[in-house]
């Protein structure tokens, strides 16, 4: 590249992984040191799991033959694979719900407990059970965007009015989930295995929220769009639907990656200096994630992305050129270039502008910075090493392992510590939390309106996707206000006390 070029890039940081094929995975999972755990191509024909990648993180004491015996028992086949690993040796995993109906045997069972690290450490279950529902997100959203256009609400009701959408509501449990996981995995030695009925809404957000809290380097530009890439293209989640990019399907519309991008402001705001791009970046990446003519949202998974015809270039990492986009000569994939082409639609000046000036990266918290003085004990008090236990409002609960729901917990397990003790109990010996770790107040007042980003100042500047005039906002605020009446009418979701739609007289 030349000078111009290599001026877009980012001081010593790496390219932006794709995670299309093998080497990015070993390169990613090299990173993190990742020594219990490699890169498994089990489903490199999607035949084990249609909606997850080629390519797994799994444990190295479980082989393929003995991976492929666990797939049957998650919902959707979406199995537990690894998607961070601590330096002090926590592991955050991913999957869907176990399947009810199904009935392993013991060497199923057997391979469960590897999959899960259920048989040498403790393994914490946590659910998606305390945050919203895709369909609350989608009812919180409409209300938002409609209560900021103009004329929505009374300027001495709309705080209230505000309060009553619930969006500033899910932002918070959406950031005090994450910081209950992120400080189990920072205080103890553990497995925490995140669940959600389909894996591939909340899980995509509440990983993505855990390892912003914990990694540096996914605080970084590169960092934060490989991030995005690994945890929801990668991992199938179904933005199409939830972007409400084909139309024929409204009722699964839900806003979950917008969700994602407002707590990500929000820890930004909060910790200003902690990352290395912008509020201006976020705008940007909210502003083009409906854009037709970018290739990163517009499928579910990476299996339709191949049936569609658009097949990956044979490179898996994406370098900016200023301008341009040229995929690989002699190769038929899609002309569309990924949503990280910003050359193409913002100017030199304009992504200048996307990177934090103020920005310390410091270490950029791989495993040979982390001091093994430092590292948590292996142990837990009152626990076996092999132990289940369930996190829920902050408090750990032992659990029988799935499938063996007849047994009563483990005996050496004698109370479940909570999540304060893990961090910081009395005269115990607990390191301070290691450095890179953030933890965001998600009490009221510390969470607020993104104001550059739903309030837009002048009307003719605050439109929607469709809407590039005051006269289509009036349009728009009308089919709002029938989509959500519509939500409403169907009984499961109350009318709020004060209406955010309310037009103006």
């Known amino acids: 590249m030349g000078d111009e070029d290599e001026e877009d890039e980012e001081e010593g940081s790496p390219p932006t992984l794709l995670f299309e094929t093998l080497q990015d995975w070993e390169r990613e999972l090299q ?4 020594a219990g755990w490699r890169v498994s191509a089990v489903n490199e024909r999607f035949d084990m799991a249609p909606s997850l990648p080629r390519y797994l993180w799994v444990p190295n004491a479980l082989l393929d033959h003995d991976l492929k015996r666990t797939f049957a ?14 330096p002090n040796g926590s592991d955050l995993l991913r999957a869907a719900s176990f399947h009810a109906a199904s009935e392993p045997g013991s060497e199923d069972i057997r391979c469960l407990e590897v999959l899960l690290g259920a048989g040498c450490r403790p393994c914490v279950l946590a659910d998606t059970a305390e945050l919203p529902t895709p369909q609350d997100i989608q009812l919180a959203h409409l209300r938002l965007r409609a209560l900021c256009l103009p004329g929505a609400a009374a300027d001495e009701k709309w705080l209230s009015a505000l309060e009553g959408t619930r969006w500033l509501e899910h932002v918070r449990s959406c950031l005090r989930k994450a910081v209950e996981v992120a400080s189990l995995l920072a205080g103890r030695r553990c497995s925490v295995v995140l669940q959600e009925p389909s894996d591939r809404d909340l899980g995509c957000l509440l990983a993505s929220l855990v390892q912003l809290l914990l990694d540096p380097h996914s605080r970084s530009l590169h960092g934060f769009q490989s991030l995005i890439q690994r945890e929801w293209v990668a991992m199938g989640h179904p933005f199409p639907q939830r972007l409400g990019l084909h139309r024929d399907s409204p009722r699964e519309e839900s806003p979950v990656f917008l969700l994602f991008l407002d707590c990500t402001w929000q820890l930004l705001q909060q910790f200003p200096a902690a990352f290395g791009f912008t509020e201006a970046y976020l705008l940007a990446l909210h502003d083009s994630t409906f854009l ?21 270039p044979r490179t898996q990492t994406y370098t900016p050129v200023s301008g341009r986009w040229d995929p690989p000569p002699g190769s038929s994939v ?10 193409l639609r913002y100017s030199r000046q304009q992504r200048a502008r996307f990177r934090n000036p103020a920005w310390d990266p410091g270490p950029l918290g791989t495993p040979d910075d982390v001091d093994p003085q430092n590292t948590p004990p292996n142990t837990w008090l009152g626990s076996s090493s092999g132990a289940v236990l369930a996190l829920s409002k902050g408090s750990l609960t ?9 047994r009563p917990p483990p005996r050496l397990l004698r109370w479940a510590p909570s999540l304060e003790t893990l961090i910081d109990r009395g005269g115990d010996p607990i390191p301070a939390p290691p450095r890179g770790l953030l933890l965001p107040c998600a009490a009221g007042p510390s969470v607020r309106l993104w104001r550059r980003c739903y ?51």
């Open 455 to 505: 309030l837009r100042g002048l009307p003719e500047a605050q439109h929607g996707r469709l809407a590039p005039c005051p006269a289509l906002l009036a349009e728009e605020l009308a089919l709002l206000q029938d989509r959500l009446h519509a939500w409403q009418q169907d009984g499961t979701h109350p009318e709020p006390t004060s209406s955010p739609l309310a037009p103006s007289r």
């Open 31 to 34: 990173r993190l040191g990742a």
């Open 73 to 86: 028992h998650f919902q959707e086949r979406r199995v537990a694979r690894l998607c961070w690993h601590h």
């Open 398 to 406: 032992p659990q029988p392992f799935p499938w063996r729901s007849g």
């Open 292 to 312: 037709p003519y970018c290739s990163t949202f517009l499928f579910s998974c990476q299996r339709q992305r191949g049936r569609g015809g658009v097949q990956q």
């Open 334 to 343: 899609c002309r569309l270039p990924p949503i990280w082409a910003w050359g």
